[in-house]
């Protein structure tokens, strides 16, 4: 299962109550050294939230071995320091399906799908305002980014909200919200037994 959406719209949150192994895509940033960072139009600060500050092709190959084989290493990012910080092991054992989440899930719908290991795609949407407080209260919290910064990056992320999910929902993640997003994540786990090929 792929799980996308503005970022803030509460995919960690849903995740965590799914009861479903769950990969973190956004550990598959690239490091704030990076020269091929996408920089926000007319400003110098890094747009983190562009397609193109993502590993698609790291983040493939691990959900591929996930399915293959119920284990793979990935990257430990910090977001407040833009950086790897280390590996991890993920392990999922036997079971069928686990979740993959992040803002650019929706990004390689298409691979998963011809690999033949998506199950479903969900863009979960919660509304600008909504989505802009939480997003801005957990960043603050968490000290990922400076407070002007962080300023800057909810007022144009507010604004492009409605233009996020339409391009979501394009690359063909289904758009829903917290409850429907459960509802389908629960028929795609009852939809599956402990012998099927095991998919995002």
């Known amino acids: 299962m792929l799980l996308c959406g503005p970022s803030g719209s509460g995919k960690s949150l849903l995740a965590a109550r799914s009861g479903l192994p769950v990969l973190r895509l956004d550990d598959f940033y690239k490091e704030g050294t990076d020269p091929t960072l996408p920089l926000v139009p007319q400003s110098s600060d890094i747009d983190w939230d562009h397609p193109g500050s993502w590993d698609a092709d790291t983040a493939v190959a691990a959900i591929t071995e996930l399915c293959r084989t119920g284990r793979t290493r990935v990257p430990r990012y910090d977001l407040g320091l833009s950086a790897r910080t280390g590996e991890e092991a ?4 036997r079971t069928p399906l686990f979740l993959a989440e992040g803002i650019f899930a929706a990004e390689i719908v298409a691979r998963c799908r011809e690999l033949g290991v998506l199950a479903d795609a969900l863009c979960l949407s919660r509304g600008p305002l909504t989505t802009f407080r939480r997003r801005f209260l957990r960043d603050l919290r968490e000290g990922r980014k400076s407070v002007p910064f962080l300023m800057r990056r909810g007022w144009r992320l507010m604004r492009q909200e409605r233009s996020v999910i339409a391009r979501q929902t394009a690359l063909g993640a289904h758009a829903c919200d917290r409850e429907e997003a459960m509802g389908r994540l629960a028929a795609a786990a009852a939809g599956r037994c402990a012998t ?5």
């Open 196 to 200: 099927a090929p095991t998919a995002a």
């Open 90 to 93: 993920v392990d999922i054992g």
